[in-house]
């Protein structure tokens, strides 16, 4: 039976395809990186893959404990089928120790320990930036209801507590992710379940050991080698085993940068 349909939408790592039926989606992983909202611009051979690998493992833990997801199956290297969902507008971002944004926003040094784990919201748009924004504008603009946003900090709290230990468990601090939510109808029932990816390139992972960045900051700041680095956090997962796992690839082609 062929899975993929029709495209239906083209983000800036993902495409989406009709699933095989109506209530499911076809996510294929691009190798396209992007960075300040597109403005820096690369393809890098193998990210795709390594991304479904990882998201598809990290969904599926957190299916086990409980947590509801959008996640059915892996299809291919690239592909994944998931349940179709009506996406919150809302980037969900956890920080445990400073980095990235806050750092710019209050002045904090990265890698300072915060006073406690910090869950912030951003409105998804790419016009407007994904601006920071209070819970307030949520409720007052109903982009969630009370209900759906005390689901969404609870289980924020949930993931973040396995994602912690799940990292630690292999020498990798978690530093700070990013998720996003959306509505899954079922019938009259509608309920909150965890969407899109988590891979790192919504996170930020440091080793333990040596501070290094295994990340998107890879290619945000040109730290280093994204795919190694990538790779490195598969390896530890105990996804890749043998070295011809590992994506053959050419160098990172830039596309646009600023
Ligand atoms: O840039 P900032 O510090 O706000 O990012 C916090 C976390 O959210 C990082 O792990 C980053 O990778 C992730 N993020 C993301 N997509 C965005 C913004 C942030 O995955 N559009």
């Avoid at 193998?46 to 299809?75: A, C, M, Q």
């Avoid at 507590?161 to 509505?183: H, M, P, Q, S, V």
Wanted: proline content about 4%; glycine content about 8%.
């Amino acid at each position: 039976m062929k899975s993929r349909g029709k495209k239906l939408y083209e983000g800036k790592a993902k495409t989406l395809y009709e699933g095989p039926d109506p209530d499911t989606l076809v996510v294929h992983f691009k190798d396209d990186a992007t960075a300040y909202n597109a403005e820096k611009h690369a393809i890098i051979e193998g990210k795709g893959v390594l991304n479904n690998r990882i998201s598809e493992l990290i969904f599926t833990r957190l299916g086990e404990i409980g947590i509801p997801t959008h996640f059915i199956k892996r299809l291919n290297m690239r592909e994944q089928l998931v349940n179709k969902v009506e996406i919150i507008p809302l980037e969900v971002i956890v920080r445990n120790v400073a980095a990235g944004g806050i750092c710019k926003l209050l002045g904090l040094t990265e890698g300072e320990a915060l006073p406690r784990t910090i869950i912030e919201y951003c409105y998804k748009d790419d016009k407007l930036g994904d601006p920071l924004i209070s819970d307030e504008h949520i409720l007052a603009f109903g982009w969630a209801n009370p209900q759906e946003l005390d689901d969404i900090v609870s289980m924020t709290m949930r993931i973040n507590d396995f994602l912690t230990g799940l990292f630690a468990g292999i020498g990798i601090r978690l530093i700070d992710f990013k998720i996003e939510y959306g509505r899954q109808y079922d019938g009259d029932m509608v309920r909150v379940v965890l969407a899109d990816e988590i891979s790192p390139d919504s996170c930020r992972l440091w080793d333990v050991e040596t501070n290094r960045k295994l990340d998107k900051d890879n290619f945000r700041r040109d730290l280093g080698d994204l795919v190694d680095a990538y790779s490195e956090v598969a390896k530890r997962l105990g996804i890749l085993h043998g070295k011809n796992e590992i994506p053959k690839r050419s160098k990172p082609v830039l596309v646009k940068s600023d």
